[in-house]
């Protein structure tokens, strides 16, 4: 075969993959969505309490922090490809299966832990993947896969609403997402099973080397302190940021629900779009750009932190996390490709392992932390709360900056 074709092929192989992971994503993000938007339903037909409501979800965190490391040491031992491919179908049946669920242990069982575990091993896997498939246009790849996963957070209201409409009981929400995602899976597999070139860099990595290429590498450490102090953030946001507004202004629950939701949302999966290919352009010449654009984007989220915390109005609440969006957008844009910047080939799948660890045991304690001085303190300790997230940012901001100005040629990978 010449040369040009085999070039050419090989350009259009990697663009198909990745049309195939943000599909596999959409459903990602969809099926991990389906408690939350379901949750009324579920209450009223298992009569499980808030509280128990809380444990469900407190299990998937933590379990998705235990298994991290284990689902990025996958992702560099054995064929990505086919890991994935596991991953979507195992998590497929298992969103169908939670549709028999019927009360707080089926649902820890079959959502927290089993489908959760499955899941969890998709994600290093995908992204060191696309780090392998795409070098000049890594971090658009990793933005459209981004923007899928945003697409999945706007849609899936809707999808539920449609299927609720339909059949009435939330049962079969989990039997037609579950469904899906199990074709996706056999797509999927039918496809890239078999594909070797695209198996990782097929070396046996032991787990320990792994952990090696990540905690001794302090450019890495650094990349990982700014995505760490992001979910923190978002957490935070997530869970208490429609309440804050509600006790504040006294507006009701769907009034702020939609502000908080769409617009943001709406805002984040925009700019990572855009982001990524404008990384992609200037990095080439600045080879820093992707990690000086996520320095930007946290310090232009300390004075917006302390602006919502503040706030004389719900307008300027809206807006400022429309705002809270864009800074998003503009991070997770560059969240793991500024990561394999410093990190080798053989070793990016462990390394998103280890990162998330952090993050999702680190940002697990958020909901918490602002439920107890809102409880202490009512209004007055959400305003203080949400305005101290900025000095956060700025701490992982000032740690980000010394990779920038002493690490990161130290430690860069041009691959």
């Known amino acids: 075969m010449p040369k040009n074709t085999e070039m050419t ?45 809380g444990m469900i979800d407190t299990a998937m965190y933590w379990v998705i922090a235990i298994m991290m490391p284990f689902s990025g040491f996958a992702g560099d031992r054995w064929p990505r490809t086919r890991v994935i491919a596991c991953a979507i179908l195992g998590w497929g049946a298992l969103t169908l299966l939670t549709g028999f ?17 499955v899941q969890v091993f998709y994600g290093p896997s995908a992204y060191a993947l696309m780090a392998d498939e795409h070098k000049a246009t890594r971090t658009t790849a990793l933005s459209l896969h981004q923007g899928a996963m945003y697409t999945g957070m706007l849609v899936s209201g809707a999808l ?82 429609p309440a804050f507004i509600c006790q504040k202004f006294g507006l009701d629950v769907g009034t702020v629900g939609k502000g908080v939701m769409f617009g943001p949302n709406l805002a984040a999966m925009v700019t990572v779009l855009t982001a990524g290919f404008v990384t992609d352009f200037f990095v080439r010449r600045f080879p820093r750009f992707r990690l000086g654009v996520q320095i ?15 706030a004389t109005s719900a307008r300027m609440m809206f807006a400022m996390l ?28 462990s390394a998103v392992g280890f990162v998330n660890v952090f993050a999702y045991v680190i940002g697990s304690f958020a909901p918490v932390l ?13 305003e203080v709360g949400f305005a101290a997230l900025g000095v956060l940012l700025a701490a992982a901001a000032a740690m980000m900056s010394f990779s920038y100005f002493q690490l990161f040629y130290k430690y860069r990978v041009k691959s």
């Open 160 to 241: 539920v609403a449609v299927i609720l409409s339909r059949f009435g009981s939330w049962r079969w929400v989990y039997f037609l997402f579950g469904g899906a995602t199990i074709l996706v899976g056999v797509a999927f597999a039918s496809v890239f099973w078999r594909d070797a070139r695209m198996s990782g860099p097929g070396a046996k990595k032991s787990l320990r080397q792994g952990m090696k290429a990540f905690f001794g590498n302090p450019a890495a450490l650094c990349a990982g302190a700014g995505y760490v102090a992001l979910i923190f953030c978002a957490n935070a946001c997530m869970s208490w940021a």
């Open 101 to 117: 669920a019927g009360g707080l242990v089926g649902f820890i069982l079959l959502r927290s832990v089993s489908c959760t575990t």
């Open 370 to 382: 602002f439920g107890f001085i809102s409880h202490r303190w009512g209004v007055r300790g959400f």
């Open 9 to 53: 092929n090989d350009s259009m192989k990697k663009w198909v993959t990745l049309a195939a992971l943000c599909l596999a994503f959409f459903f990602y993000m969809s099926d991990r969505q389906l408690f939350g938007l379901l949750v009324p339903l579920i209450q009223d037909e298992t009569g499980m309490s808030k509280v128990q409501i």
């Open 296 to 310: 930007f984007a946290l310090l232009c989220g300390v004075p917006l932190f302390a602006a919502f915390g503040f």
């Open 322 to 349: 429309v705002g809270w969006g864009i800074v998003r957008g503009l991070f997770q844009s560059n969240t793991f490709t500024s990561l394999f910047d410093v990190v080798p080939a053989e070793s990016r799948a």
